[in-house]
């Protein structure tokens, strides 16, 4: 027969510990390889944010921060009762939050009674559960007739203020806003 060994004819892994290895250097790690060349071939040189479009760049670097609202100052300006629905109307209406609701003499007599101006304030900077009505929609001379609207249906007697150029009589004097109760 043969003089060469059988063990000869067994091959190089014997344990299972080279066969671990022999995997591992085999398969997985030029698998890890080829991942990394591909990372490393794709990150470089790509082209910055906006490259591609340097207006579009540009206008994204010097995007705004705050918003500035133009509004027109010549549209006409809106009645109290226009103000009140607009407005107004969905709490006092309904009484919501406690508000005095339209026509309510009761509620709004001592209201009345503080004045003209000082009912304006409490409507423009807010009072109890009322946020403030400054800046919104409406000016403060709308809101000013809202206010007057909803205390003359109530028994006031405030007169609805008129436009800044319509306000001055024919001396050059702002007429004032008369308060009644």
């Given at each position: 027969?043969?003089?060469?060994p ?33 990372m ?91 946020a ?50």
């Amino acid at each position: 027969m043969s003089d060469i060994p059988t063990a000869a004819h067994a091959g190089p892994i014997r344990t299972p510990k080279q066969l671990l290895a022999t995997v591992i250097f085999a398969f997985v790690l030029p698998v890890f390889a080829i991942i990394g060349l591909v990372m490393y071939v794709t990150s470089g040189n790509k082209p910055g944010m906006g490259a591609a479009n340097p207006e579009l760049a540009v206008a994204q670097r010097i995007q705004k921060i705050g918003l500035v609202e133009v509004r027109d100052a010549n549209r006409p300006l809106r009645s109290g009762e226009q103000v009140f629905q607009g407005q107004c109307a969905a709490c006092h209406a309904t009484g919501a939050a406690g508000a005095p609701k339209l026509g309510d003499a009761a509620a709004w007599a001592p209201r009345i009674q503080t004045g003209f101006e000082t009912l304006v304030h409490s409507a423009l900077e807010g009072k109890g559960a009322m946020a403030p009505q400054k800046g919104g929609e409406f000016s403060d001379l709308e809101i000013a007739r809202g206010v007057a609207y909803l205390a003359n249906a109530a028994g006031g007697k405030f007169d609805e203020p008129a436009a800044p150029a319509a306000a001055e009589g024919a001396d050059g004097a702002p007429a004032a806003a008369t308060s009644g109760g």
